[in-house]
């Protein structure tokens, strides 16, 4: 990637704006843009360019990053026509954001007619990885364009070329099934200790360096004990994919017993626990009203 290249950043919410924290760390010309302005303005005060417009922001970029809260609003981007007038052809848009695989799919289509490359990029490792710089990044599309922009995916995290536009979103749905029945796991076995008398810190201390260790039995685990929910990782994006995963799996008539499990429990705890805005890790709350617990 040229040194001079300039990045636009679209969406500096939770993981946005530590992402472009790291971007302006890395020394990278930066503009970013959001919806609402004033998340994106202590980036700005850091040394960011802003504009007043998607399409301004974007206007002379040779990078593209979106992190938006999914497909649909990426596609609502694209619906603008002075926007999409906005890209340059030979510039590469970079797509961070939780999608169906088709829609990635869908948009490359769409952008290589205007000459743009572009690559599905979504991320694990919630908003502690994108502050350290250390997510992992899931990246499906041309190999030959990864390679031109690795070095700037590094300064976000670590990037792995996982196949053809798709499979990145398709290893992120992958990702966050693993995640999601990982933590129904921690839960359980946090209230099943809680109840028996056993110290929960006592026992993630213990099960550390063993098969059952895993950053969400440390991390979720010690949010659980200590009541912590403020959102890390939302429980309304955690539903959204596992409902995509179950889509996507629909296609290839697959049936993932544990993880529309997991999909049900999540929907009680958005839709009828107001906990839509707390972190994923709330699924304990659930898993306590479930059993007539406070």
Known sequence: MPQNSRVTLIGTGLMGAPMAQNLLTGGIDLTVWNR?????????????????TAAKAVAGASVLITMLSDGYATEALLSDPEFCQALSPGMVWIDMSSAKPEHAREQSALLHTLGVAHLDAPVSGGTKGAEAGSLAIMVGGEKTTFDQVTPLLSTMGRPVHVGPSGAGQLCKLANQTIVAVTISAVAEATLLAEKGGADPDALRAALKGGFADSVILQQHGARMSEGDFEPGGLSKFQLKDLDNTLAEAAAFDLRLPSTQAVRDRFAYLVNEMDGADL??????QELKKRNGLS
């Open 279 to 284: 972190d994923h890790s709330a699924l304990y």
């Open 36 to 52: 609402s302005a004033d998340k994106a303005k202590p980036l700005v005060d850091d040394g960011a360019k802003t504009a007043p």
